[in-house]
């Protein structure tokens, strides 16, 4: 576990040299002007620091509404959850970042603090396993995993909530004291069962205070993967071609979900990028232990690159989070680790906007109408920006047979969704921005009133890409709220775990989970 000096906290005031940097997150667009950051390295310390900013809060004894109480772990947050203008208190978790094996549990503890990385590089040269997270090494596991984390090991192993055991939660009692509250998956005491529940899904910023995590029964990750990083130039493309791209892509996720294959178990994000950044991208990953791992690949790729016209070749722009893959239009072999490290993007410091959506069947050609359209080749074409894209990450599987219940409720979808756009602070075209995100977005789903709504092709929306468009009847022409699209039917669950164990709304923002009514 993390190492605590005698020293107090770390509390960072704005006269502070440090401040700047530790008010803001990874996307610039939000900076806050809190009364203080402070830095916490144990789960005590995080229940002292949350108790006096609860206590602060106070006047003549009753909580006011002074500003929010948020937690940052890894600063990944797209919306300005943690990082916004009514935040009066950050407490910053991101020194508790150790791993070990905790005997009593029986189980691999990881504290909240920690990112992709530190799980990847300190637990599996440690004990050879792995949690199926994240490809972004930077992404913090207080956010990653209460949110249902997922990534490049996903479809052969689930999600990284299907393998946590227990939890211990800072939460905020009625009558305003602080209480560490370690909840386990078989726990004797119902409440404490369902606060472990609401974690494995319920999303961040709703329940309390995240210190640690227990996993147990982790996979172990293949000894080695073949990797493989191609792309097409933009220029080459027909229509059709494009429709073919995308088509054979989905059919292919729809047609090998079993995980007990290689082709189950592959991996693969489409990088539909604007014509404007110059290329079309593909990254695929797939167990090489597996002796038909090579032979799924090859099947992939002629899946997707042999039904088009353009030909493939190396990448040559960075697209999205990830930097450009150069020298992997030909597969290649290599150390799972290493592999792993080779995809460990985090994007540069920049402002962005994100939005989400599952899909349970193959592209509709409407869809594909309007992602090739507003890609630049009949709307927005005097839009330049490289880094607009819409990603499509490959889905189910594994993650479609999970071992028991979670919060996670889309279970049977093929893909998964992320919109992405990326600028410079201060950029004078932020509204040109965001509105192709959101025109674009909403032209893909224009048939289901703009959103990717809970039903026959389509399933929601990820709580950990949050976007408040979901809120937003503009933009959400929908009957299905924002809660709906997120949580389907485990919201009002969700709502009296959150009565339960914060019933003073202490952990609250524009997305998180509300109390029930009286």
């Known amino acids: 576990m993390t190492e ?27 900076i806050a002007e809190p009364d203080y950051v402070r830095l916490v390295r144990n789960s005590e310390e995080v229940r002292e620091a949350l108790a006096d900013a609860v206590g602060e809060g106070l006047d003549d004894g009753v909580l006011q509404d002074q500003g929010r109480i948020t937690v940052r772990s890894g600063g990944h947050c797209y919306e300005n959850f943690v990082c916004g203008h009514d935040v009066r208190v950050i407490l910053d978790i991101s020194p508790m970042c150790g791993v070990s094996y905790d005997e009593a549990m029986d189980a691999y503890c990881v504290e909240a603090g920690a990112t992709n990385w530190h799980a990847y590089s300190h637990l599996y040269p440690l004990s050879g396993r792995a949690l199926p997270g994240g490809s972004c090494y930077s992404v913090g596991l207080g956010g990653h995993i209460t949110g249902g984390g997922f990534g490049l090991l996903s479809r052969q192993h689930g999600l990284t909530v299907d393998y946590l055991y227990a939890v211990e939660v800072a939460v905020v009692r009625e009558d305003r004291t602080v209480e560490l509250v370690i909840a386990k998956r078989d726990d004797l005491d119902p409440d404490r069962a369902e606060l472990l529940w609401a974690h494995t899904g319920g999303g961040g910023g709703n329940f309390g205070v995240v210190t640690r995590f227990w996993f147990r029964d982790l996979p172990e990750p293949p000894r080695q993967v073949l990797l493989t990083g191609l792309a097409w130039d933009w220029p080459d493309f027909t229509k ?72 493939s070749r190396a990448m040559t722009t960075a697209m999205g989070e990830h930097p450009t893959v150069v020298h992997m239009d030909i597969p290649r072999v290599m150390p799972w680790l290493t592999a ?4 460990n993007g985090s994007g540069e410091n920049r402002c962005g906007k994100y939005k989400s959506a599952y ?48 919060a996670v409720r889309q279970r049977d979808s093929i893909l998964k969704m992320q919109y992405q756009v990326y600028w410079t602070r201060n950029d004078s075209y932020e509204p040109d921005h965001l509105e192709w995100i959101r025109e674009t977005y909403r032209a893909t789903f224009d048939q289901t009133h703009g959103v990717p709504v809970i039903g026959d092709g389509t399933d929601g929306c990820y709580i950990s890409y949050p976007d408040v468009d979901l809120n937003d009847p503009r933009w959400n022409e929908s009957d299905q709220a924002w809660s709906t699209l997120y949580y389907k039917d485990a919201y009002p669950r969700l709502r009296r775990i959150k009565r339960r164990w914060d019933p003073l709304d202490v952990f609250r923002h524009r997305q998180s989970i509300r109390l029930p009514e009286s």
Not at 278 to 301: C, K, N, S, T, Y
């Open 4 to 30: 605590v000096p005698n020293e107090p906290t770390t509390i960072i005031r704005p006269d502070d040299k440090r401040y700047p940097a530790l008010s803001r997150g990874f996307n610039q667009r939000w």
């Open 240 to 311: 059709e071609d494009f429709a073919a791209l995308v088509t054979g892509f989905g059919e292919y996720f729809r047609d090998h979900q079993d995980p007990g294959t290689a082709a189950g178990k592959l991996f693969a994000m489409l990088k539909l990028n604007h014509v404007s950044n110059g290329q079309i991208g593909l990254l695929a990953q797939v167990d090489a232990d597996d002796e038909d791992g090579p032979e799924a690949m090859r099947d992939f790729l002629v899946a997707v690159d042999d039904r088009i016209g353009p030909r």
């Open 340 to 343: 792993t490290q080779a995809l």
């Open 359 to 406: 899909l349970r069947k193959p592209f509709t050609s409407e869809q594909i109408d309007a992602m090739w359209a507003c890609l630049g080749k009949e709307r927005f074409t005097d839009y330049k920006n490289k880094q607009a894209l819409i990603q499509i990450d490959s889905y189910g599987a594994a993650i479609n047979r999970p071992p028991r219940d979670t």
